[in-house]
């Protein structure tokens, strides 16, 4: 019943910003982490960001000081503003949701947002 849902993705030139957003809804109490992936075509999906229960954060050394990882605990949501953008951003941005279970931990993925950065 939990459901993952992005959106903010776009076209954007080089430099400029784009902030994506991810709703989590569904049958959950608690969540350990929420994060964003992206996979350019040809690419395996990698981790851009992600915060965790306690509120920390981590971040590919890639988008380090242009990307930041926000959430909103009260709406579910998750947010990645991203900053300075690069023709390499170009990918499909895809949210993660762990959430814990009596045994063992689940996992949900958004459809994903496509960002395309031009030169």
């Known amino acids: 019943q939990v459901q993952v849902v992005e959106s903010g993705g776009g076209l954007v030139q080089a430099g400029g910003s784009l902030r994506l957003s991810c709703v989590v809804t569904g049958s959950f109490f608690s969540i350990n982490a929420m994060s964003w992936y992206r996979q350019a075509p040809g690419k395996q999906r990698k981790l851009v960001a992600a915060?965790?229960?306690?509120?920390?954060?981590d971040y590919a050394d890639s988008v380090k000081g242009r990307f930041t990882i926000s959430r909103d605990n009260a709406k579910n949501t998750v947010n990645l503003q991203m900053n300075r953008l690069r023709p390499e951003d170009t990918a499909v941005y895809y949210c993660n949701v762990v959430r814990p279970g009596a045994i063992q931990e689940y996992s949900y993925w958004g459809q994903g947002t496509q960002v395309t950065v031009s030169s």
């Open positions: 915060i965790f229960g306690g509120g920390g954060t």
